[in-house]
């Protein structure tokens, strides 16, 4: 079990910046890959950044260039910093740890599952 809780939405004006901070603690060493994901009333959860253990990140055309996805292991955060906002950026936006756990059973299975922050609003607006 991996809990998140996530800080750092607020209303911001086009082209401005702001950071999110995602906290971690559970867990841990079941993670694999980190995410930040963004979603608008009446549409779906929609991919923005992925970090994996190995470092490499990923991210949606629409936010190339624009944001970046940083892991600090020592402090237990995820951190997406986010530039040149865009009034489409406007949504709410979930941070999301995928785990693989080993599980006791005969062959032992493994389990993979993704755990979800409670979202936090991040509002671009003049």
């Known amino acids: 079990q991996v809990t998140l809780v996530e800080s750092g939405g607020a209303l911001v004006q086009p082209g401005g910046s702001l950071g999110l901070s995602c906290l971690y603690s559970g867990n841990i060493w079941s993670i694999h890959t980190f995410g930040w994901y963004r979603q608008v009333p009446g549409k779906s959860r929609d991919m923005v950044a992925e970090?994996?253990?190995?470092?490499?990140?990923v991210y949606s055309d629409a936010v190339k260039g624009r944001f970046a996805i940083s892991r600090d292991a020592a402090k237990n955060t995820v951190h997406l910093q986010m530039n040149n906002l865009k009034p489409d950026d406007t949504a709410v936006y979930y941070c999301?740890?995928?785990?693989?756990?080993?599980?006791?059973?005969?062959?032992?299975?493994?389990?993979?599952?993704?755990?979800w922050g409670q979202g936090t609003q991040v509002t671009v607006s003049a």
């Open positions: 970090i994996a253990a190995t470092g490499n990140a």
């Open positions: 999301k740890a995928a785990t693989a756990q080993v599980d006791a059973g005969f062959p032992p299975d493994i389990r993979y599952d993704n755990f």
